[in-house]
């Protein structure tokens, strides 16, 4: 399960991929492991049944700066040869997921999505709210290259009876938009991330982009 979300300070990317994440009944056998690089080994750990073995390759930037992560675990088949892109106006958060099902393989090496900085005439709204999860916003920025979908995700982080609420609006990728809904549960925090995505609509026009881009500098909203 791949999640992702932008806050106001940084870019924080969650990955639920241990087996002790989900539920019993032990199958495949699949190494566990993290790293800045883009190839990590570790620890076997069995794996709940119907999991595979999961590679997933991310890059979150946020202004000049880029950080990578790649992880190595327990995933879900739906998950598998998925790549997307997310965009804010003063970010980029992109991954790409391979698998493998049999005990101790190595998924194929996973490849970022190109980055794309050509205006594709679209645009969508942006925002992040850390209250909220449904944020709105009249803020439009123009979306690149293959961000045709404009994208809401919005999360639940559960802790007792006290539950957290945020949200984001950007520009994605038609693969990003298929991550859905997805839950995790692990001692005793529960998380939910629900991404929903709508078509982008045509810039106006130039003085349109113009204000937006304007906006997004003297806002530096991430």
């Known amino acids: 399960m791949i999640y992702s979300l932008f806050t106001m300070d940084s870019v924080i990317t969650l990955v639920f991929l241990l087996s002790g994440l989900l539920t019993p009944g032990y199958a495949i056998i699949c190494t566990q492991c993290t790293s800045s690089l883009s190839s990590c080994t570790g ?11 999961i590679s997933i390759y991310e890059s979150t930037r946020v202004g000049n700066t880029e950080s990578f992560q790649f992880v ?4 879900y088949k739906s998950d598998c ?5 997310f965009a804010i106006p003063n970010g980029k958060y992109r991954f ?3 698998c493998c099902n049999s005990d101790n393989c190595t998924p194929n090496p996973p490849s970022l999505p ?6 594709n005439n679209k645009q969508c709204p942006h925002c992040v709210s850390e209250t909220s999860k449904d944020c709105n916003s009249n803020q439009m920025m123009a979306c690149m290259g293959d961000e045709t979908k404009c994208a809401l995700q919005n999360s639940e ?5 006290n539950t957290q609420k945020s949200s984001i609006r950007g520009c994605a990728t038609k693969s990003f938009c298929k991550l859905g809904t997805q839950t995790a549960e692990s001692g005793g925090v529960k998380r939910k991330i629900v991404t929903k995505c ?4 045509a810039l106006y026009s130039a003085i349109t982009l113009l204000l937006t881009l304007t906006i997004s500098m003297m806002t530096n909203v991430f």
């Open 96 to 98: 790409s997921a391979t």
């Open 43 to 53: 620890y076997t750990a069995n794996c709940a049944s119907k999991l595979v073995c």
């Open 157 to 161: 982080v559960t802790i007792g009876s």
């Open 198 to 201: 709508s078509a982008c609509t």
């Open 72 to 75: 190595r675990g327990c995933g």
């Open 114 to 119: 190109p980055v794309n900085n050509t205006s």
């Open 81 to 85: 040869d998925q790549l997307g892109l």
